[in-house]
């Protein structure tokens, strides 16, 4: 079945305790991109990777990292997380040029931090 | 840069009646996608309807279908015969033809279907 994995799920933590999010896909999609999700400012792009070794920012990158190894998988790091970090995380993937290419994106991941 | 905007946070609907969900955008391109996702309480992203900008026909998938007024910059949702399952946030998208994949959303509308 092709899909977006992510996980956790759900993540209680601490102020400054380093995490990571993992994102793997099974659709060989060179795009990848990580958004998260905060009430009455819909999604907004952190980080986008066109392929493997190739990453940049997007609209909110402050505090995050992200790597882009192996074409499948596409971690997101919050190295010192903060409260204002508190949110849920989606990871997407498509082809790339845009268009008319979906964006098939994972369960999601709801982020607490303390 | 592009902006999509959602003003209604949130909309009611009779089970079976009609709705229209508003979204409008800004940009000065002139090719570009426009998209409607649908998030149920499982928080799953799921594509209900796309259009392109260079295609005057509105899309039509099933009891889903958009008004896009290229000029105004106004793409609006109708769902018709509105069922219990269609209750869910609902978000506008925007992706440029030229600049990547990245997907630039509205703030989204809840809508509520009521029995």
């Known amino acids: 079945e092709a899909q977006v994995t992510q996980n956790p799920r759900y993540l209680i933590t601490v102020t400054g305790k380093k995490l990571t999010v993992t994102c793997s896909q099974n659709?060989?999609?060179?795009?990848m991109s990580w958004y998260r999700q905060d009430p009455g400012l819909g999604l907004r792009q952190i980080y986008y990777?066109?392929?493997?070794?190739?990453?940049d920012k997007g609209d909110v990158p402050e505090g995050y990292k992200v790597s882009r190894k192996e074409k499948r998988n596409f971690p997101l790091i919050l190295e010192s997380p903060s409260p204002n970090q508190t949110s849920l995380y989606f990871c997407?993937?498509?082809?790339?040029?845009?268009?008319?290419?979906?964006?098939?994106f994972g369960p999601g991941t709801r982020l607490t931090v303390l | 840069a592009q902006t999509v905007t959602q003003s209604q946070p949130e909309m009611s609907v009779q089970e079976a009646e009609t709705v229209t969900l508003s979204c409008t955008y800004d940009t000065s391109e002139s090719d570009y996608y426009l998209f409607w996702y649908k998030q149920p309480p499982s928080r799953q992203m799921i594509l209900v309807i796309r259009q392109e900008a260079y295609k005057q026909q509105n899309a039509t998938e099933n009891r889903f279908s958009v008004n896009f007024q290229k000029a105004a910059k106004s793409f609006s949702l109708k769902i018709s015969d509105s069922q219990l399952g269609d209750a869910a946030m609902y978000f506008c998208a925007y992706r440029s033809a030229t600049s990547g994949s990245r997907l630039t959303f509205g703030e989204g509308t809840q809508l509520t279907v009521n029995p």
């Open positions: 997407a993937s498509s082809y790339p040029g845009g268009g008319w290419n979906e964006q098939f």
């Open positions: 990777s066109m392929n493997v070794e190739v990453t």
């Open positions: 659709m060989n999609h060179e795009y």
